[in-house]
Every structure is written in structure tokens, then in C-alpha cells.
């Protein structure tokens, strides 16, 4: 299609502009001035707002007290669990509520964040989760530059933002990669993650929910995609699998349909989605991602912290509050502009979770 064309150039333009935005950053703090509204979401800065998702008809209403249901759907309802209560006791009491047990060797998957002032979850804010999973912190290394595309730089950006002071920290990639097989994928044969994954039986996927130049947002899928892949990995993404050396020049839709293929390649690798939950953190919601070092300045408040043991309800849920916040407009933009809702109709469609949730709020 033509409109892709035009926004793979746009792409292009963009990920050369990222690779400062991604590296040693100076991404402008100008917001954008332009509103594409797509054709799945019409967002709303009220206290309701409504979420269409075309390809099943379905409508996520979110009412004034906070409790959310999607009608409609043919898909199975996913729990999501909620507070407001952004600390260390909230995040717990979060966890606890998905009743579920990690076995074996426990990773805990976040982003270390690029130097000097990215929005990353900090130590103190996740220390009693990792240590009380007896986890460790694992990561892979950026493809484009940056302070955290080599595995001795990376692990320093990891000691000066306190990570090791609280667990292990393991660069999954360090050693190259292993490949997981796509099963049922759009693009994707094959998805190359650091293959230190293999030492792992259980993830705790703990992400920043936030804005992101690329992908429009950034949550759970794209944490478990591009996050966990390889350098060799993410430039497959990037290209829906056409270059293991270079990502870029992708067409858009192609890239966020490739996050979904390699979501569903790593839920699946663990005991089909029964070794792996996922928790957003949904604080510092700037419109730029961790990767940007200097990200603009967060228009919305923060909202919460969500869990869940499904990416798509999860990362679907977030959205929607987002939808639903005063000062939304800015991230609202962003996440159109790129098209971002995609990935959650892909990943739905391939299997590798429901947008239909129920939000749970465990401060009730």
C-alpha cells in the first residue's frame, strides 16, 4: 500500500534520527503538533472513554470508578490486576495478586535505560520483587548505538543505575544468540534471543509503560520482542525478518507485526505463556521510551501499577487508561502516529494473548 510506503520513508528518517534518540540521546522535547487519529481508537481527556478494535467489534468502556470490561469478543477474558499505590508495597501486593509461582531459575527483564536521565524503574522501586524471587536482572544490548550496545558498557550503565547493587545483573546477548521458533508468526521464522535465556525456567517481565519513538508505546509485548532479542534479533524485527545485520529501512506495520511474532515465540518457549508474567509500571509516562536519554517531560499524571499473566490484555489495559487520563493528548498522538494499536491486533490474532480483560483493582 502506498501509505505504507510513505510511512516505511517516514520510518527510515525516524530510526536514523533514533540512533541519537536511542544512544548518546538529545531527542527535541517538542511535542508533536499534528493528530493522527487512527482507524481502531478514538482516545478521550475525560474520565470515560471508548476503545473500538475493528477486526472484532469489540468496546473497552472505562467509567468513572475505574472498573473496566470489554463486550463482544469471540476472545477469552484475561484478569488484570491494579493499584495506584506506585512503591515498593504496591508493586508486591501486585505481584501477589497473579497467585502464581515461579519455578526454577528466576530472570526478572527490564530495561537498564540509557544514560543520562531516562525514565527507567529505579532499584528502589523493585528491589523486594527481585530479591524476593531470588531473581536476576537480565537485559540484552541495543543494536543502534549508544551507551548499552556493548556488553562492558552496558554492564556499567547497569552499575551506575544501581542495578547491581541489588541482584545479578546478566546481559543475556553477551554470547550471542539462540533462536526460538515462530510458530503460526506473520513474518518471523525464527526469533534470535540472547542465549543466555536458555539458563532461565521462569521470567517476571517488569516494564515501564511509556511512549516510544518507534513503536508508538512501550510495554509488555515490546519488552519481550525487541527487549529480550539479541542485536541479531532486533534487527530482525526491525526488518520483519529481511536483515540480521541492519534495522533499518523496515515497513511500520511489518515491524510491529514481527514484535508480536517474537512475543509469542518467547511466551511460548516458556511452558506456552505458564513460566512468564508480566508487570507495567506506569509512572514518568513520557512520550519517549527508555532508550532516549533526555525523554520530553510527561504531560500525564501517574496512573499505577498493572499485572497480568497475558502481554496483550496487560499492554491493551494500559492503554486504555491512557485514553482515559487528563493531559493525554501528546502520548494519544504518539502512539497514533506509528500506528502502535497494531501490535495488540497482531498479537491477538496470532494467539499470544486477548484485548478482552477485566481490571481488577486490588485497592478496592
Known amino acids: ?9 517516514v520510518l527510515s528518517l525516524m530510526m536514523i534520527f533514533s540512533l541519537v534518540a536511542c544512544g548518546n540521546s538529545q531527542t527535541s522535547n517538542k511535542k508533536a503538533d499534528t493528530e493522527m487519529k487512527s482507524s481502531e481508537t478514538e482516545g478521550s481527556e475525560t474520565e470515560s472513554s471508548e476503545v473500538q478494535n475493528s477486526e472484532d467489534s469489540n468496546t473497552v468502556q472505562t ?7 470489554v463486550s463482544q469478543s469471540p476472545k477469552e477474558t484475561s484478569k488484570v490486576y491494579m493499584t495506584t499505590d506506585i512503591s515498593p508495597e504496591g508493586l508486591m501486593a501486585v505481584y501477589k495478586a497473579l497467585n502464581w509461582t515461579p519455578e526454577g531459575k528466576v530472570a526478572v527483564k527490564l530495561s537498564t535505560g540509557e544514560p543520562p536521565a531516562s525514565n527507567y524503574l ?5 528491589k523486594d520483587l527481585v530479591q524476593s524471587v531470588n531473581g536476576t536482572i537480565v537485559e540484552c544490548n541495543t543494536a543502534y548505538g549508544g551507551s548499552r550496545g556493548e556488553t562492558a558498557m552496558h554492564m556499567q550503565v547497569a552499575k551506575d543505575h544501581g542495578f547491581t547493587d541489588i541482584a545479578t545483573v546478566d546481559i543475556m546477548d553477551a554470547d550471542g544468540s539462540i533462536s526460538l521458533p515462530v510458530d503460526g508468526g506473520t513474518h518471523l521464522k525464527e526469533d534470535l534471543v540472547g542465549s543466555h535465556f536458555a539458563n532461565y525456567d521462569s521470567f517476571i517481565v517488569l516494564s515501564h509503560f511509556k511512549g516510544h519513538q518507534m513503536a508508538g508505546f512501550g510495554g509488555a509485548i515490546k519488552n519481550i520482542s ?18 540480521h ?29 505458564k513460566n512468564i508474567v508480566y508487570v507495567n509500571v506506569m509512572n514518568n509516562i513520557s512520550i519517549d521510551c527508555d532508550c532516549n536519554g533526555n525523554p520530553a517531560k510527561p504531560d500525564i499524571h501517574d496512573i499505577g501499577i498493572l499485572a497480568s499473566t497475558d502481554p496483550v490484555a496487560l499492554d491493551q489495559a494500559c492503554i486504555d487508561l491512557v485514553y482515559a487520563a487528563e493531559g493525554s493528548k501528546s502520548l494519544v498522538n504518539r502512539i497514533e502516529q506509528m500506528n502502535g494499536l497494531h501490535t495488540l491486533e497482531s498479537a491477538e490474532k496470532i494467539g ?11 485497592d478496592d
Open 1 to 9: 500500500m502506498k501509505l505504507n510506503r510513505v510511512i516505511g520513508l
Open 245 to 273: 545485520t541492519s534495522p533499518w529501512g523496515g515497513d511500520q506495520d511489518d515491524f510491529l507485526e514481527s514484535m508480536a511474532d517474537a512475543g509469542k515465540a518467547v511466551s511460548d518457549s516458556l511452558g506456552n505463556g
Open 226 to 243: 525487541i527487549g529480550i532479542g539479541s542485536k541479531e534479533g532486533k534487527c530482525l524485527i526491525h526488518t520483519a525478518g529481511k536483515s
Open 63 to 69: 467509567d468513572a470508578s475505574g472498573t473496566e470490561e
Open 352 to 362: 499470544l494473548g486477548s484485548r478482552k480483560y477485566e481490571l481488577v483493582n486490588i
Open 122 to 126: 529505579k532499584p528502589e522501586l523493585i
